[in-house]
């Protein structure tokens, strides 16, 4: 079992950035696909980024593809989401989830989560 903390959230203006982080224990992360989601007001929690197991493959939603970096350092059981270019549109709370053997991009895949970490975008 894996125990997964979010930070680096909090309130910015449009067009300037945040990183998030996500702390993993118990388990090493190194074997585990690892997403971040996120989840606005009234609305449906949403996929946002994916990184495999190695870290060498990364996967985005075409909302955020070429403003969001996420990235693994497997060695400290950490994975970062780089936000440039932030839009009210990205204001939620951002979740942090792994799975060891899911790929998708459905919530209901992740067996683990965080607590998850607000993000506010004013504009």
């Known amino acids: 079992q894996v125990q997964l903390v979010e930070s680096g959230g909090g309130l910015v203006q449009a067009g300037g950035s945040l990183r998030l982080s996500c702390a993993a224990s118990?388990?090493?992360?190194?074997?585990?696909?690892v997403a971040w989601f996120r989840q606005a007001p009234g609305k449906e929690r949403e996929f946002v980024s994916r990184i495999t197991p190695s870290g060498r493959s990364t996967y985005y939603a075409t909302s955020v593809k070429d403003r969001f970096t996420i990235s693994k350092d497997n060695a400290k059981d950490t994975v970062s989401l780089q936000m440039n270019s932030l839009k009210s549109e990205d204001t939620g709370v951002y979740y942090c989830?792994?799975?060891?053997?899911?790929?998708?991009?459905?919530?209901?895949?992740?067996?683990?989560w965080g607590q998850g970490t607000q993000v506010t975008v004013s504009t």
């Open positions: 118990g388990r090493t992360f190194s074997i585990y696909n």
């Open positions: 989830a792994a799975d060891r053997t899911y790929t998708g991009t459905g919530s209901s895949g992740y067996r683990y």
